[in-house]
């Protein structure tokens, strides 16, 4: 196979090579560690935009690898075992949004992959198992203080526990995936003054 120039996201290890979807191209590839080459190039199924960056990361949940949207109204699901792909037209009912979402990146839990907006004004939860696609938490249907603003900087993971930083007057958003409640908590600060970037440590979240 002919080796190309990519602008990659994010990618995953598995086995002896890594999974990744570029940026300016709709193609799943899996590049060999060991052969220093793509050993498969797999084109995505067709999605709604025609231009750079339609997918912004990947995660990869029980040998099926979930390819999340950027400028694009589809999620992506890839069997490794069979080679086909699955797809998933974006949660849209009652979500006050623009139809692409915008994502950020993945977590997995169990075998659900939840997917954390960026201007898609909440989370969608990927069963794996159960080929399902659902909105498990949606931002624009709460009672917020900035409801035209539906979006979040940054999230991370602490244990069962998604925490997101909202454009909501420096609130933190947090949903425990296993008991899949919600959680609203107020951060002390300038509110001119947004966080923007949060990180994990231990147990302990730093917001910059």
Known sequence: MVKGNYIINTYIEKEDGAYFVPANREVLIKYSFERQEEIMIKNTPPCSFKGLNPYIAIQECDNKIVIIPNHSDKFLVYNIVDGEFNQFNI??????????????????????????????????????????????????????????????????????????????????????????????????????????????????????
């Not at 990146?105 to 075998?111: A, F, S």
């Not at 907006?117 to 989370?123: A, D, E, L, V």
């Open 91 to 208: 949660p849209m009912d009652n979500i006050e949004c623009h139809p692409w979402g915008y994502f950020s990146r993945g977590y997995v839990y169990k075998d659900n992959v939840y997917v954390v907006g960026y201007i898609y004004p909440g989370i969608v939860k990927i069963n794996i198992q159960d080929n399902t696609c659902k909105t498990v938490v949606n931002l624009s249907n709460k009672d917020r203080k900035d409801r035209d603003s539906c979006f979040s900087y940054d999230s991370v993971v602490i244990d069962n526990n998604i925490f997101m930083l909202v454009k909501d007057e420096n609130m933190l958003f947090k949903y425990d995936m296993q008991s899949e409640s919600e959680e609203w908590i107020e951060l002390q600060g300038d509110n001119d003054n947004q966080y923007l970037t949060i990180a994990a440590k231990g147990n302990s979240l730093w917001m910059v």
